[in-house]
């Protein structure tokens, strides 16, 4: 996630500064989220692990152009990358093997990736880019004031989600917590931001974040990867803490 807050509005996340005159757009709250995560203005990406059950796996994400791209090593092979080309209400995911991008089965999106709790559309952020989020309040997550967004999967999309709750950080924009629920509005996955860190003085990026898997019966969670991302040079301070 990243906040930059001397770039035109779009770009970066003025548009989630809190306003006393009127609620937010929507809309605008989960670009900026959506654009934070990805790291559009850092040209390495976000680099770092994802740790489940005592193994690690290295992962990358990033913003190319208008799309998203992510790759990860499992078990010391080799680099797969995948490359995300996001429309209005489409979605299409790629493989690049051996300098070839190949379509990437729909059905396997929501696999996991290397056993851990991240599907390929998590991983993607692909509920970030499902269209008219509809806001639902102002809500505290680890005490930090958030702007809870109600985003509903388009008809006829593919993926595990059918509703999505995104709680955006009031002041800086990146998302805190996200969870995805089933049709019948059962818990299936949370993800909880533990920690941010600066970038210089204008860019936050995130740290740490722990991703639990839910039991859709009971609501009990049956599994967890924390994913802890590297600071990039120059990282200034920790954020939250």
């Not at 692990?49 to 994400?61: E, I, M, N, S």
């Not at 489409?90 to 051996?98: G, P, S, T």
Request: positive net charge; charged residues 30%; aromatic residues 8%.
């Amino acid at each position: 996630m990243i906040i930059n807050t001397s770039a035109p509005a779009l770009a970066c996340l003025l548009a989630v500064l809190p306003c006393a005159a009127a609620d937010p757009d929507p809309a605008k709250l989960i670009e900026g989220a959506r654009m934070a995560a990805t790291l559009t203005h850092l040209d390495d990406g976000l680099r770092g692990q994802l740790r489940h059950d005592g193994r690690k796996t290295p992962v990358t994400l990033f913003l190319k152009g208008q799309d998203i791209q992510f790759q990860f090593s499992e078990n010391n092979g080799p680099w797969r990358i995948f490359h995300m080309r996001i429309g209005d209400e489409a979605f299409n995911l790629f493989e690049i093997v051996d300098g070839k991008t190949r379509a990437f089965p729909a059905e396997k999106i929501v696999e996991p990736i290397a056993g851990t709790d991240l599907t390929y559309e998590d991983l993607a952020l692909r509920f970030l880019h499902w269209p008219n989020p509809k806001l639902e309040g102002r809500e505290e997550v680890g005490g930090q004031p958030c702007w809870k967004v109600r985003i509903d999967k388009p008809r006829g999309q593919t993926g595990r989600y059918e509703v999505v709750y995104v709680w955006v950080h009031e002041k800086f924009g990146a998302f805190m917590r996200v969870r995805g629920h089933d049709p019948k509005g059962r818990l299936l996955k949370e993800f909880q931001v533990e920690d941010i860190m600066r970038v210089n003085d204008d860019v936050w990026t995130l740290r740490k974040m722990q991703v639990a898997t839910h039991d859709p019966r009971d609501g009990r969670r049956s599994s967890i990867t924390d994913v802890a991302f590297d600071s990039p040079k120059k990282a200034g301070p920790r954020g939250l803490r």
